[in-house]
């Protein structure tokens, strides 16, 4: 299916999704973010697809927020609706059950930031650019800025990102948390996409209980974490996918994992 604001295709069972308004710095606009949520609905759905990868079109960006056109007309019933929208949209992103990596290939700004704080991992190239400059603008952060960057990096690193409004470069970035790896920009693509296939190998139902668990691990207390991460374990124990892991360690040989 053709989408006018994003590339998509899925080659071997990866989805590669690339945000496509360069001339916008990629900037998220209504059309981008109901695409996302699209795309979302697609990788969460497509038994066909294992894992996704984000990223940008063009050397400059990754994202550079969401659209400043669009939040200039805004007033505040359809602000609040937006703000709910995009984290919709993230959230089942967020939630899709298979590993996401945000390739992060410019400047994440913003609305950028967020999306690619609502991956599973980051991977920067070293010409990324990381901020959260909405306070610049007057406003706040709408898609979970104010969430995920302190559970990412801590109270006082997150404060001072989103009370500065000051961008930081990628190996700031590595050294705060923000992002797992940075690569050079003409590796970017590819060192990402083997992070994903190397988490590809492994059992598709152990990849989302471990997703799952973190994700819940993160809002409930301890005991009820601990409680969910017996439950995943319990029922992974009843899988092809165990049995078959376990019979392939002990015959010396690659498990090949059906997802059931
Ligand atoms: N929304 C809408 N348009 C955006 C945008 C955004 N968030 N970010 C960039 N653009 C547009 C610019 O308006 C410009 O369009 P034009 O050529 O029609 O004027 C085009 O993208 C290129 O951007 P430009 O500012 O000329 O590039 P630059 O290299 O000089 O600066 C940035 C790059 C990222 C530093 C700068 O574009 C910027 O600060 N963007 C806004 C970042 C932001 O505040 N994001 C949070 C929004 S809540």
């Not at 999704?17 to 001339?23: A, K, M, Q, S």
């Not at 916008?24 to 969460?44: P, Q, T, W």
């Not at 989103?162 to 050294?175: H, K, N, P, V």
């Amino acid at each position: 299916m053709p989408y006018a604001t994003l590339l998509f295709e899925v080659r071997d069972a990866v989805a590669f999704v690339t945000i496509n308004r360069p001339e916008k710095l990629n900037a998220l606009n209504a059309a981008v973010m109901e695409e996302l949520g699209e795309v979302a609905a697609r990788i969460h759905k497509e038994p066909g697809i294992r894992g996704a990868l984000l990223t940008g079109t063009g050397p400059k960006a990754f994202v550079a927020g969401a659209d400043i056109g669009e939040l200039a007309a805004q007033g505040p019933v359809d602000g609040k609706a937006r703000a709910l929208e995009g984290q919709r949209v993230f959230r089942s992103l967020e939630q899709c059950g298979k590993p996401v990596i945000a390739a992060v290939n410019g400047f994440a700004l913003g609305g950028g930031c967020e999306l690619a704080m609502a991956c599973h991992l980051r991977v920067a190239s070293e010409q990324a650019r990381f901020g959260q400059p909405e306070v610049k603008l007057g406003i706040g952060p709408g898609y979970g800025g104010t969430v995920r960057l302190p559970r990412l990096v801590g109270r006082g690193r997150a404060l001072e990102l989103l009370l500065t409004g000051q961008m930081i470069d990628a190996q700031e970035a590595l050294r705060i948390g923000l992002v797992n790896r940075v690569v050079p920009a003409d590796r970017l693509m590819s060192e990402s996409e083997q992070l994903l296939r190397s988490m590809l190998e492994n059992g598709p139902l152990a990849l989302r209980a471990c997703l799952e668990a973190v994700d819940a691990a993160l809002d409930v207390g301890m005991d009820q974490a601990l409680l969910l991460e017996a439950n995943l374990f319990g029922l992974l124990s009843g899988t092809a996918d165990m049995r078959e892991g376990t019979a392939a360690f002990a015959e010396k040989r690659k498990p090949r994992f059906q997802g059931a």
